[in-house]
């Protein structure tokens, strides 16, 4: 093995690596004649595929009542739109770069209307429907009406799969029309908040509810609710449109699910709440299997209808919307309402420490990020996160990282000093308790070009019998040396980085390189180790070679084993580019 010489900052540093956002909006500080306002909705054939050809002379899109002429249209495919199924190779490294988004998609279980055992066939849809994601989509997970899960985007799927298989049902016997009612209230505050909280996404959202019913206005009136000192709950119309209107100003397309198979009638409640936000049809839990693998294939694409806005468009005023394709077998699925929202501050005006605190995306400077997982101090975690500009051309002249947990709270963050901005490569440290989190690295250029990149990272240390693991952190060898890199293409070899905590005796390790996370190793190397000035901390590091593989993502996987004790494992992506 080449003698390689690890820089300081792998000693002081290594190595440590929904929330809700997705409507039709305004750009700017107000709605003023001849700004942008675009209109997203999903057009399917006959059989369930995104129609790839519309063109806008097909399609017709009235405002409050009012015609309202298309000025281009645009068809975007999501990048996690085709299902990759369990085996996919995740991403290399979070980016921002055209393309790179997948779906965002919500889930929200009403368990109050569950009935016991009726979360077997629950979870065996929703189990489906997580199988067909692909590597950059992101799930999230909420019970109502009190929910006990909150589980956000930055969780990840196996987190969401956890928590389906502790779901039970939980409806109690004949509850009272005003027991109904309120839990109505609390189902439906649960759907609205987050959406409202959230502001204007870049791309749509997908949520997905599931209840066996909901209160609708016409029944809290017949059993005396909705007048005054009436009944402890009102549910009224605008109960129903707010949902609407919060779903319309994140770009939020919502599926209802009626989850209880044993009830024949149908929930006027349920209609109402999918009426105001898709004017689609309830959809019921028997045959929701198949209902669920279609909005796979729906939300794989969709379009961009854009308009230019005139004197009758108010921020922040809900407006109702038609559209119509006028192609035979097309059918669209679109929200009810346009939001004209006053718009936040152009994103090259934000500083990277603003852009730790938004949801949305920022994608006027391209930027890439991975962060890595090792130990630290007083039980806590050290994040190393590296970043750069996907063009190497261009100057990075600020930037920070942020640690966002599954609440969306951000627990974690630290700002690069001048020192690490001299490279084109940006290393920034930071430190969070054990957990997991969304990373984001965000970062403006000389020009003023702001551009943040998310990535999901698991900050804790995996267990190989009594030693612990933290994260492999994948480097090429250059002037003898470890370099740190996002991406490889002319190295012979890349270096494996893997950091052992314990009383260390016989240890057997490997690493291996496989096309895919449970795949056949295409090469596989025995790591040579050292010691440290921690006297149980231990360094494993293992030169890979990858001239022979062709371009594509591959899985590095660490092996890591005491004389008689269970196999520890890590993995980590990396992308080789073509020549």
Not at 165 to 183: F, I, K, L, N, V
Request: a positive charge; aromatic letters at 4%; glycine letters at 12%.
């Amino acid at each position: 093995m080449t003698r390689l010489i690890f820089r300081s900052l792998l000693v002081v540093a290594v190595v440590s690596v929904p929330l809700w956002t997705g409507g039709a909006r305004v750009r700017g500080a107000a709605a003023q004649g001849g700004a942008a306002i675009t209109v997203d909705f999903q057009a399917v054939s006959a059989d369930g595929q995104p129609v790839a050809d519309l063109k806008p002379d097909e399609v017709s899109l009235r405002v409050a009542g009012r015609a309202r002429p298309i000025r281009s249209l645009q068809l975007v495919r999501v990048a996690g739109g085709a299902a990759a199924g369990p085996a996919a190779v995740p991403s290399p490294f979070g980016t921002n770069a055209a393309g790179s988004d997948g779906r965002q998609v919500a889930i929200i279980v009403e368990d109050a209307t569950l009935r016991v055992g009726g979360e077997v066939p629950l979870r065996a849809a929703v189990g489906a429907f997580l199988d067909g994601l692909g590597p950059t989509d992101r799930v999230a997970f909420s019970l109502a009406p009190h929910d006990t899960a909150a589980i956000g985007f930055a969780a990840g799927v196996a987190r969401v799969r956890e928590a389906l298989g502790r779901m039970q049902g939980r409806a109690g016997p004949s509850p009272t029309a005003d027991e109904e009612a309120c839990r109505t209230r609390d189902t439906l505050a649960l759907v609205r908040n987050p959406l409202a909280a959230l502001g204007g996404g870049e791309t749509p959202m997908t949520v997905l509810f599931f209840s066996s019913s909901l209160t609708a206005p016409a029944a809290a009136r017949a059993a005396g609710m909705g007048q005054s000192g009436a009944g402890q709950c009102d549910i009224t119309a605008q109960s129903y449109q707010g949902i609407g209107a919060a779903a319309a100003a994140v770009r939020a397309q919502m599926y209802v699910v009626q989850q209880d198979d044993t009830v024949a009638r149908r929930s006027e409640g349920l209609e109402n709440l999918a009426g105001a936000t898709s004017g689609g049809q309830v959809v019921r839990l028997a045959g929701a299997t198949g209902a669920l693998a279609r909005v796979l294939v729906e939300t794989s694409a969709y379009y961009v209808a854009t308009l230019d806005s005139d004197s009758s468009d108010r921020a922040n005023q809900a407006q109702r919307i038609e559209l119509r394709v006028t192609r035979s077998g097309v059918t669209t699925r679109a929200r009810q309402e346009l939001v004209v929202t006053s718009g936040a501050r152009p994103a090259a005006r934000l500083t990277p420490q603003q852009m730790l605190r938004e949801a949305r995306a920022f994608r006027d400077l391209p930027v890439r990020a991975v962060a890595y997982a090792s130990r630290g101090a007083a039980g806590r975690m050290t994040v190393l996160v590296l970043g750069e500009s996907v063009d190497p051309a261009t100057k990075i002249t600020a930037a920070a990282v942020g640690l966002v947990d599954a609440a969306g709270k951000l627990v974690g963050q630290a700002t690069a000093a001048e020192k690490e901005l001299a490279g084109s490569l940006i290393i920034i440290p930071t430190s969070v308790a054990p957990g997991t989190y969304r990373m984001r690295f965000a970062a403006t250029d000389a020009t003023g070009r702001s551009g943040a990149a998310d990535y999901e990272v698991v900050a804790d240390l995996a267990p190989a019998g009594p030693l612990q693991l933290g994260g492999l952190l994948i480097g090429a060898i250059r002037n003898n040396s470890m370099a740190m890199a996002l991406q490889f293409r002319d190295e012979e070899k890349i270096v494996g980085y893997l950091e052992m905590y314990g009383k260390i005796t016989k240890v057997s390790a490997r690493m291996e390189v496989a096309a895919t996370p449970d795949g056949p190793a295409l090469t596989t190397v025995q790591p040579g180790g050292s010691g440290t000035s921690e006297a149980d901390k231990f360094i494993l590091t293992g030169e890979i070679p990858i001239a022979a593989l062709p371009p594509g993502d591959y899985i590095v996987r660490a092996f890591v084993s005491l004389e008689g004790q269970a196999e520890g494992k890590v993995v980590k992506t990396f992308r080789k580019l073509p020549k």
